[in-house]
């Protein structure tokens, strides 16, 4: 019996830092290459229909948040914008209704201020790029701000340090839901040496 294909919605937002979406992306869209049932289903969501990243490429999501399927895991990105949609509380609706039913929560980089700004952190670990951990706890004073992993597994909810952690991250996932020969063929593709190895 064929294991179940799990949606991945990458949440996007202008300012958006690229490869903190870009890395997850990448990472659970190639771990679909070669095998006949594909472990993922990846798409794009976002409030607003158009808008530019951190780095100036223009983003069109493919769904917005009124008619994207059901989504298993999330992706919450940082980069300068996500200190802004700190505020924007359609989009902080948007996670907690989202997260409710999701197997898993992938925060990346300052993503973690947005996820942290939901109360969805309180009570559990988390880590950020290393020149947000005090942004960081006055956001959440109820979270452990941990500042020496790449990564943090709650389990259901997965948070990454800065920018490139996020595919570290995202691999430790596609190892623990698919296998660890899954993650290892996604890095050999993408030719990535994870910090340390």
């Not at 179940?4 to 830092?17: G, N």
């Not at 500042?147 to 389990?155: A, E, I, Q, S, Y």
């Not at 623990?176 to 040496?193: D, P, R, T």
């Amino acid at each position: 019996m064929a294991a179940k294909q799990r949606t991945v919605a990458v949440l996007l937002f202008e300012d958006v830092e690229d490869l903190d979406f870009c890395g997850p992306l990448s990472v659970f869209s190639i771990a679909n290459r070669g095998l006949e049932a594909e472990p993922f289903s990846v798409f794009t969501v976002a409030q607003k229909k158009s808008f530019p990243t951190r780095h100036g490429v223009t983003i069109t999501p493919a769904f917005s948040f009124d008619n994207h399927p059901a989504a298993d895991i999330i992706v919450i990105p940082g980069g300068l914008g996500a200190r802004r949609e700190v505020h924007n509380d359609t989009v902080k609706a948007w996670i907690v209704k989202n997260a409710a039913a999701a197997e898993h929560i992938l925060s990346v980089c300052t993503g973690a201020l947005l996820l942290a700004s939901t109360g969805l952190l309180n009570g559990l670990q988390a880590t950020t790029h290393a020149s947000s951990f005090d942004k960081l706890q006055e956001i959440a004073p109820a979270v452990k701000v941990v500042r020496d992993k790449r990564f943090v597994d709650n389990g259901k909810i997965v948070v990454a340090a800065g920018i490139m952690a996020g595919i570290d991250a995202s691999l430790y996932l596609v190892g623990k839901l698919v296998n660890e020969e899954c993650a290892g063929k996604v890095k050999k593709i993408m030719e990535y040496s994870p910090a340390g190895g």
